[in-house]
């Protein structure tokens, strides 16, 4: 069974940051590429960060700068280190894991809201 369970969310001043987590199991993580993507309340969900099973990133233009996306192949983990963040960074984040040209696999989410 494929599972992809985030951490790390939660409530943070604007200006602060955050570290996300997705721990997979139950696929050969090395070999997927991972991503996180984000859902704010009636908006489409939208890519944030991904990475591939290589290592290479891309970013959202939003979050060029602020956001780094790392994996750690050996513990089947996934992160997004966020800083420096903005009201606009509250949403839904979701973690993602790809095979090449197969659909995607999705966490259920964790919640990041940035209020003072």
């Known amino acids: 069974q494929v599972q992809l369970v985030e951490s790390g969310g939660g409530l943070v001043q604007p200006g602060g940051s955050l570290r996300l987590s997705c721990t997979a199991s139950g696929f050969s993580f090395s070999f997927y590429a991972m991503g996180w993507y984000r859902q704010a309340p009636g908006k489409e969900r939208d890519l944030v960060a991904s990475?591939?099973?290589?290592?290479?990133?891309n970013y959202a233009d939003s979050v060029k700068g602020r956001f780094t996306i790392s994996r750690d192949n050996a513990k089947n983990t996934v992160y997004l280190q966020m800083n420096s963040l903005k009201p606009e960074d509250t949403a839904v984040y979701y973690c993602s894991a790809q095979w090449t040209r197969t659909s995607p696999y999705w966490g259920q989410g964790t919640q990041v809201t940035v209020s003072s």
């Open positions: 990475i591939s099973g290589g290592g290479s990133t």
